[in-house]
């Protein structure tokens, strides 16, 4: 196991680190989180350690990002357990800030999600890509990264953190890496844990929702919406409590798409009972099968 990473929690302790870090000459790599850490948040973590030479991973529980307030009460935190598992991953730093630290008294400076966040996520849960596209300013601005590393599994998220660090021409790059499945395909993720053993093996359609998306383009399909009702019928005969969407897109605009003339993006969000999951995969042009990245 590596050393323990170092536990920062304040404003100095983070202006200490990372001045050391700068007399160093070492580059950084940011990794933000939520906790409640994973081999898909490790993931991330362990291709920061490969491309940079220090890495430090944030671990706050953004409340303006969740449009639910249930859900926020019981998101499950267990600070001890990530820095444990981030030792084992290889981070050198650790940033656990309190709510005032993120957010001082009299904050003001909220950020208004770009064009890209309106549909799908944004359609679904208003309000929440404003909590995420301002506690991402707050942290790459507290923290002068070369890297951020995010997950493939929040698609929309990965292109409007994208948009946002582009529109006001912050100096970071975005790495958006591949997502992380269960064996049984389903894409990693905290809200996993509160599904019964009934509903984890029914949340495996959506993995199964993908793989025959990637099977109908590669026998030639192009049309979205035969597609698309071809994935309904999927959710529906396994069952699925709620359908937000499902989306065959513009991997950049996010727009929909009715001929897969392009490389396409794959969106889904469904209910299975009271948990919400996600997915999505790339899905090339029939006549460019082969070329595309794994779901």
Same mark, same amino acid.
Request: with cysteine; aromatic share 10%.
């Given at each position: 196991m590596s050393s323990r990473p170092l536990l920062l929690t304040d404003q100095d302790q983070l202006d200490r680190a990372l001045a050391d870090c700068r007399q160093q000459g070492r580059s950084l790599g940011l990794v933000p989180t939520m906790g409640a850490l994973h081999e898909g948040h490790l993931s991330?973590?362990?291709?920061?350690?490969?491309?940079?030479?220090?890495?430090?991973?944030? #671990?706050?529980?953004?409340? *303006?990002?969740?449009? @639910? &307030?249930?859900?926020?009460?019981?998101?499950?935190?267990?600070?001890?357990?990530?820095?444990?598992?981030?030792?084992?991953?290889?981070?050198?730093?650790?940033?656990?800030?309190?709510?005032?630290?993120?957010y001082?008294?009299?904050?003001?400076?909220?950020?208004?999600?770009?064009?890209?966040?309106?549909?799908?996520?944004?359609?679904?849960?208003?309000?929440?890509?404003?909590?995420?596209?301002?506690?991402?300013?707050?942290?790459?601005?507290?923290?002068?990264?070369? #890297?951020?590393?995010?997950? *493939?599994?929040?698609? @929309? &998220?990965?292109?409007?953190?994208?948009?946002?660090v582009k529109t006001l021409d912050l100096p970071i790059q975005i790495k958006v890496c591949p997502t992380v499945r269960e064996p049984d395909g389903l894409a990693m993720s905290s809200r996993n844990t509160y599904l019964s053993p009934q509903q984890r093996k029914q949340a495996t359609v959506l993995y199964s929702c993908i793989e025959e998306a990637l099977k109908s383009v590669a026998a030639g399909t192009s049309d979205c919406q035969s597609l698309l009702q071809q994935l309904n019928e999927m959710l529906a005969a396994a069952a699925v409590d709620q359908v937000d969407y499902v989306a065959i897109v513009d991997p950049e605009t996010l727009r929909p798409l009715q001929q897969l003339d392009r490389p396409a993006r794959l969106l889904l969000a469904v209910y299975i009972g009271t948990v919400r999951l996600i997915d999505n995969c790339l899905l090339p042009t029939p006549a460019a099968t082969g070329s595309g990245d794994s779901p």
């Open positions: 991330l973590v362990q291709e920061s350690v490969r491309q940079c030479d220090s890495t430090i991973t944030t #671990i706050f529980l953004n409340a *303006a990002q969740f449009d @639910q &307030q249930q859900d926020l009460a019981s998101y499950p935190c267990d600070l001890q357990r990530d820095i444990e598992m981030l030792a084992a991953a290889g981070a050198d730093l650790v940033f656990a800030p309190a709510e005032d630290i993120i001082p008294e009299g904050f003001s400076d909220w950020v208004n999600p770009p064009g890209v966040a309106e549909d799908w996520e944004g359609r679904y849960r208003p309000d929440h890509f404003r909590g995420v596209c301002t506690v991402v300013k707050q942290l790459f601005t507290m923290i002068p990264a070369q #890297i951020a590393f995010f997950g *493939a599994k929040d698609y @929309q &998220q990965a292109q409007v953190i994208q948009s946002l």
